[in-house]
């Protein structure tokens, strides 16, 4: 599909972080290897107990990993000595630490040269621009991207420093902006607009800002080495947070850091132009888009795009700093036919900056685990796993200070420094994200689970699986895993609890062996387990919720209500499920036509008793004969976080079927919509093929 990366991993150059890495950490989060213990022994009784059941019969493509943007960080500490880069580079990107696969380069703006720097450490970063001796923030007219020497090729040497120190680790290379550079922008600065609610773009600059991106871009490469699969030219840019202001003297005294207003209207325009700018720059790169803050203002963005902007997006880029509305996105996703990532999220979780609170390590690990059931993403990237330790510390920020980051430093060390001045800090936070970066890997692919706490991937080969729990509870708890959906399970499968807590990171437990499809695992309180089950492959037979010969009802979840046939034989409504179970206005059989088991797979759903299919003509969800082509219209695709309730998404339209107005009474009409995570566009699915008393042809 457009925009869909290469599979194949490059060459990684690692090394493991070894005794001199861990003693080099200024805290207790030391990688931890525990003496094989009876992981079935509970530190205390366990007060509450938890079924997890993975589903491969519901399975993701495959993963391409985990990641981090540069920005700050890499712009501040770039030019650290040796010793204090090597310790943050194998801490974020080596195998025992964090394991990192994925890079954002961004793209600076750049104030203009006259302006006193008034961003935060590392904020600054340098554009790629090279301006005339002499040129002030009052001249806007002087670049040309055809210019060679209106470019700086030496530009932004720190962050670059680390292009090269990383790249024999990277998979997958990223461009993104916060901002134009200055003369492109409405207010003079890359801070944002002096309205920050304005454009602030300049609309005669969106050619010039492309090919600035697109110039950026393969001089990047070019110079480098690397290939940048993707570019995103916004972040958070239907959002008021980015404003510039002024002080009694004129100058600036904030914001803090690069940023830009640009609505939707103003990103469509982006795009046309970053299409041909890239085609022009001679990249293979392709647009991602947009960068947004939470997934339903993207949702609002992408709904305003029309179909020419979206063909033209070759990936979806999604932050969650906002938590509602992630299905909405993840289905958008799927009725594009785009890969979708996780892009930027970080937070504190936390109450002032500590190293060892299990607190902020619970509260990522929760996120990540709701990010990766409900999203679906193929990958997901920190904002950047290091921050400045003085500005996260009690009076920085602010006045307790805070956990942003699982890594932290002063981004105000000098060349005289080492790391007993400069040193490195991680807090749990860093220990919880390896139970996943460890052991979801690239190429695994993401499945589904029946436990909110839980996350789920199969391996790349299919013959081993990882379930991540989060025991955020102050009690210890009973872990059953229930691999009962999986094809085969050998007789010497085992269950190995991987285990971080506050009595110890990631500490290897002794294998505890499946007994009847099942292994428990008390684990303990406040904790994060990466359960790794070996000697498993395939599907169960009956683990689908689709299975061939059957037939269905369908219920709306927020009315009730089944899913019936109006009495015009055309329309469809909602009306109480008859005492049977299955009226034959309420029976649903469906086929399998693409895909093997997967997320994306799609379906034509036919009533037998009518003989018609289930299609989307003008807006509206009809029934029609099931004759001739099943295009688009007639396809769906079904989605489900695993609570049992599931979407179902037009892939023609990308709309889904819903209860129009959120209705409850017999009769009212089932329509479709865009995309909101509401109730009345959720349905659960029950097979009712034993109650009709016989099968009939299904998938």
């Not at 290091?386 to 920020?397: F, I």
């Not at 001045?421 to 589904?448: M, S």
Request: net charge negative; aromatic share 8%.
């Amino acid at each position: 599909m457009s925009g869909e990366h290469t599979l194949a991993r490059r060459t990684r150059t690692r090394r493991l972080l070894g005794t001199i890495g861990v003693t080099a950490l200024a805290t207790g989060a030391a990688l931890v290897t525990a003496p094989p213990t009876n992981a079935q022994t509970p530190a205390a009784a366990a007060t509450a107990a938890v079924t997890v059941q993975p589903d491969p019969s519901y399975r993701a493509d495959r993963f391409e990993g985990w990641g981090t943007s540069l920005v700050w960080f890499a712009n501040a500490t770039g030019d650290y000595p040796a010793e204090i880069r090597e310790k943050l580079a194998e801490l974020l990107f080596d195998d025992d630490g964090l394991a990192l696969n994925i890079a954002r380069y961004n793209i600076g703006g750049g104030n203009a040269p006259d302006v006193k720097d008034y961003l935060r450490a590392g904020g600054a970063v340098e554009g790629w621009w090279n301006a005339p001796a002499g040129t002030t923030r009052e001249d806007t007219d002087w670049w040309s991207a055809d210019d060679a020497a209106d470019w700086n090729p030496n530009a932004d040497a720190t962050q670059r420093w680390w292009v090269d120190r990383i790249k024999n680790d990277i998979d997958h290379w990223e461009t993104f902006s916060n901002s134009p550079p200055w003369f492109m922008t409405a207010s003079g600065y890359v801070s944002g607009g002096f309205n920050s609610s304005e454009d602030q773009l300049k609309a005669d600059s969106v050619d010039d800002f492309a090919a600035y991106l697109a110039g950026a871009t393969k001089r990047l490469e070019k110079a480098h080495g690397i290939k940048v699969d993707t570019l995103d030219p916004f972040n958070e840019p239907n959002t008021g947070y980015w404003g510039t202001r002024l002080g009694s003297d004129g100058r600036p005294v904030g914001g803090r850091q690069e940023g830009a207003h640009i609505g939707p209207e103003l990103q469509q325009k982006v795009i046309r132009a970053l299409a041909p700018a890239l085609k022009k720059a001679k990249t293979g790169t392709k647009i991602s888009a947009m960068d947004e803050t939470n997934p339903n203002l993207f949702a609002q963005n992408w709904n305003s795009y029309p179909q020419d902007v979206r063909d033209l997006v070759g990936q979806m880029n999604v932050h969650t700093y906002g938590t509602g509305g992630r299905t909405s996105v993840r289905d958008l996703a799927k009725a594009a036919d785009k890969p979708l990532w996780m892009s930027e999220v970080e937070g504190d979780w936390g109450d002032g900056q500590s190293f060892t609170d299990m607190r902020p390590g619970l509260g990522l690990a929760q996120q990540m685990v709701d990010d990766l059931r409900e999203l679906e993403p193929k990958a997901w990237v920190f904002w950047q796993p290091v921050e400045d330790y003085d500005n996260m510390k009690p009076g920085g920020e602010s006045a307790k200070g805070g956990n942003w980051g699982s890594i932290q430093l002063p981004f105000s060390c000098t060349s005289a420094d080492t790391l007993a001045t400069c040193p490195v800090h991680t807090n749990t936070k860093f220990d919880t994200a390896r139970n996943f970066t460890h052991y979801i890997k690239p190429g695994d692919r993401l499945i589904r689970t029946d436990d909110t706490s839980s996350a789920a991937a199969v391996s790349t080969k299919g013959n081993a699986a990882t379930v991540v729990h989060v025991n955020k509870t102050t009690s210890a708890r009973t872990v059953t895993i229930d691999l009962s959906k999986f094809g085969h399970i050998t007789r010497d499968a085992t269950v190995t609890p991987v285990v971080t807590s506050a009595a110890g990171k990631l500490e290897r437990q002794a294998p505890v062996e499946v007994t009847g499809s099942r292994a428990a695992v008390t684990v303990p309180a406040q904790s994060v387990t990466s359960f790794l089950v070996k000697g498993v492959s395939g599907v169960a037979k009956d683990a689908a919720l689709l299975c061939k010969g059957h037939t269905y009802q369908l219920t709306g979840v927020q009315s009730g209500k089944a899913l019936t046939v109006a009495d015009d034989g055309t329309q469809l409504v909602i009306r109480t499920a008859g005492t049977d179970a299955a009226g034959t206005g309420q029976q649903w059989q469906v086929r399998q036509i693409s895909g093997d088991t997967g997320n994306r797979q799609r379906y034509v759903f036919t009533n037998p008793a009518a003989g018609k299919r289930l299609a989307v003509r003008d807006g509206a969800p009809v029934l029609e004969a099931d004759r001739g082509h099943r295009d688009k219209a007639t396809q769906w695709i079904m989605s489900t976080t695993g609570d049992g309730t599931w979407t179902l998404v037009n892939a023609a339209t990308g709309r889904l079927l819903e209860v129009g107005g959120q209705a409850t009474t017999d009769g009212a009409a089932v329509t479709t919509w865009t995309p909101n995570s509401g109730s009345n566009q959720r349905w659960s699915v029950t097979d009712v093929t034993d109650q009709n008393g016989s099968r009939s042809s299904g998938l």
